[in-house]
Every structure is written in C-alpha cells, then in structure tokens.
C-alpha cells in the first residue's frame, strides 16, 4: 500500500545534540512537507519541497534544516539551534505543488528534550 | 501566518447527535480542506471543496464553503464514539502552493 513512512515513532533528543527525523513517501508525489505541532496547538508549517533538490523556508524554519535529494524522501534535522525543539513533527505529501489535493500525512515523530 | 480558525475550539455532543464545526479564513483561496486528527495520530484528509463549490457531501459529511463570508463549515450527522477525533480546517491562500492550517476543534462524542 501506498503511504508515508515517518521514522522514529519517537525519539529523545540531549541538549545541544543534532537529529535527523525520516520521511518516505512512495506515492509519486511531487511535494512534501514538515509540520510541527504542539499541544492542543494547530500545524506550523517548517519547510517545504515541491521538486526534488528545491526547497523553501515556511513560517518556523530557524534551527530546522532538510534536504530533497530524492523525491522519495525528505528529511528533517532539528540542529542545536532550535530551542524549544519539544514537539510532534509531522510529514506529509501532496501529487504535486498546486494544494489542489488532499495531503497525506505521515503517523509522526514525537520529539522530547532531555 | 493563521488562515483559518476554527470555532468551537472543542465541542461535547451525545452520540447520535450532529456535529456542527466552522472555520473563517482571511485571504481569497483556491480550496479549502477539512482533516481528522485522532490524539497522538497524523492527519486524514476528509474532503477538498474548491472556491466555486457551495456543498460537497461525502459519506456523513457535509462541507459548506461561503466566499463571500469567508467561512466553511463541517456538519458530522449522527455522530459516532469512532468520530471523537481534531478536526481542522486548511486553506491554500491564492498563490501560495502550499495549505495552512488552523488551531482545530476537539469534538468529543459521549456514548
């Protein structure tokens, strides 16, 4: 089946110590996207790709840095530069870079500072 | 940048009761979306009504789109426990290639 693959399910992250969330789509889409969301809060959008080695910044992306070196897969970094990194990121893809189609999202990364 | 917002922020009905919840937007959009969000889950996206549809129907599920108002509405009829979910609202601002994404209401339905 068809779907969006996010990895880890959850993950703990040190001070000062960089992370690497992993998206995997294998529906041929074009775009994709990172959310962040916190608690009882709405999505934030981080960063968005609509064609492979392309992305733009979105509202939250100081301290996050991705990459789209394939069109399978968009990963997230959260580098020490983020300092409230604690949150629920979510991944999701779209056919192509219109927002005429639904997303499909990922089941998401749970992030927690220790 | 907050597009849409959604009202009520939660909602308690009784089970078999219909579920009425509204979203207001700023900018004119190409389409709106409405997504559920069971706790601790993504998204599922529900159904896309563009900017020259009024109502679109799918399954229980009634979506209203008014322009004019800048508003939308999602009506669940005969609610079900299973519906206990977030619901939100997104919207693409024309133009910009990508959705945004409200604050969401909580329904709850009481068995």
């Known amino acids: 089946d068809g779907g969006i693959t996010q990895s880890p399910k959850y993950l703990f992250r040190k001070e000062g110590q960089n992370v690497t969330l992993s998206c995997e789509q294998n529906l041929n889409h074009d775009a994709m996207y990172w959310y962040r969301q916190d608690p009882g809060q709405g999505l934030r959008l981080i960063y968005y790709s609509q064609i492979v080695n392309d992305f733009q910044k979105g509202d939250i992306a100081e301290g996050y840095s991705v990459s789209r070196e394939k069109k399978e897969s968009f990963p997230l970094t959260v580098t020490s530069a983020q300092k409230n990194p604690t949150a629920f990121y979510l991944c999701a893809s779209t056919r192509d870079r219109t927002a005429n189609y639904g997303y499909t999202f990922g089941s998401g990364t749970r992030l927690t500072v220790v | 940048s907050q597009q849409g917002e959604e009202d009520p922020q939660a909602l308690s009905i009784q089970e078999g009761e219909n579920a009425t919840m509204n979203c207001s937007y700023k900018t004119s959009i190409n389409n709106l979306q409405w997504y559920r969000q069971n706790s601790g889950r993504g998204l599922v996206h529900l159904i896309l009504?563009?900017?020259?549809?009024r109502e679109k129907h799918s399954g229980r599920l009634r979506v209203t789109l008014d322009t004019s108002k800048k508003s939308s509405s999602l009506l669940i009829t005969a609610s079900r426990a299973a519906d206990t979910a977030s619901y939100f609202c997104a919207t693409d601002a024309r133009g910009a290639q990508k959705l945004v994404f409200g604050q969401g209401t909580r329904l709850t339905i009481n068995p």
């Open positions: 009504i563009r900017s020259n549809e």
